[in-house]
């Protein structure tokens, strides 16, 4: 199958500017774009090469069974910058809150490795499902390559996005190689994702084999109704409630300030 291109609309300075990020903040953009596509299994993984007693990461993989990326939007999601359904939307179309809001995360990969790849199954508008192939170099920033065509699937395929990020860059001070180490990254993902994945208890997440399950490590819940004054003058009686969590496990002194879809507004 062959393939065709699309120029990414944007200067090259933006996209130099969005693509900083630390390796860390990149795995994490990949599962929430997971998230984001209404997936109830999301599985991160990686291929590892021991050379000479030390273990490189060779590939990140972020695998999803969520809705996929329609083939007849590949233009509209990936070549118009900071344009997404997250933009006009603030919920999915099962109802989650969305995480982004630009269509920028996927360019933070950059900071991990030069080639993305995603393959990814949809269902169209005719009840079928299809698959193709996304790729961006680093080579060619500007340029986006897809499918010639997708290709139509079986009905026993599952919809979804496996995220590949390889040709992992030089890892002078070990950022990368840190996201294999669970010891270091699932207090880490706990941290980030622990209020996501109490508010949608439907939702797997696997990190390097080890499945997050924040509510075995919840030590004591405190729930709490009041309500606050609201308006010009502070007139309107507005309900709200407050959840206060504390971990069996000390891997973070933060308090996290969420909505009750689970996202993350501020710490």
């Given at each position: 199958m062959g393939y065709q291109s699309l120029q990414l609309n944007m200067t090259q300075e933006l996209f130099d500017r969005s693509i900083k990020a630390s390796p860390k903040e990149a795995v994490k953009e990949l599962?929430?774009?997971?998230?984001?596509?209404d997936a109830k299994n999301i599985e991160v993984s990686f291929e590892i090469d021991t050379f000479v007693g030390v273990e490189n990461v060779t590939a990140v993989i972020v695998k999803d069974d969520g809705t996929g990326i329609p083939f007849e939007r590949i233009e509209e999601i990936f070549?118009?910058?900071?344009?997404?359904?997250?933009?006009?939307?603030?919920?999915?179309?099962?109802?989650?809150?969305?995480?982004g809001k630009l269509g920028q995360g996927r360019y933070k990969c950059f900071a991990i490795g030069a080639f993305l790849k995603w393959k990814t199954v949809y269902q169209a508008s005719d009840s079928k499902k299809y698959s193709y192939e996304i790729s961006i170099n680093s080579g060619s920033r500007l340029s986006v390559?897809?499918?010639?065509?997708p290709e139509l699937?079986?009905?026993?395929?599952?919809?979804?996005?496996?995220?590949?990020?390889?040709?992992?860059?030089?890892?002078?001070?070990?950022?990368?190689?840190?996201?294999?180490?669970?010891?270091i990254m699932i207090p880490d993902i706990l941290s980030t994702f622990a209020p996501y994945l109490l508010a949608y208890n439907d939702v797997s997440l696997i990190y390097n084999d080890i499945k997050i399950k924040p509510e075995h490590l919840i030590k004591k819940r405190d729930e709490r109704d009041f309500a606050y004054k609201y308006g010009e003058e502070g007139k309107e009686n507005v309900?709200?409630?407050?959840?206060a969590i504390r971990w069996k496990e000390s891997y973070f002194s933060k308090l996290y300030i969420c909505g009750e879809s689970g996202v993350v507004f501020d710490e």
């Open positions: 599962i929430w774009n997971s998230c984001d596509a070549g118009r910058y900071g344009s997404s359904d997250k933009t006009y939307s603030h919920k999915s179309p099962n109802g989650r809150v969305y995480h390559d897809y499918s010639e065509r699937v079986g009905d026993d395929v599952s919809t979804g996005t496996i995220a590949i990020i390889t040709s992992i860059l030089e890892d002078s001070i070990g950022a990368i190689s840190i996201l294999a180490d669970n010891q309900p709200a409630k407050a959840v």
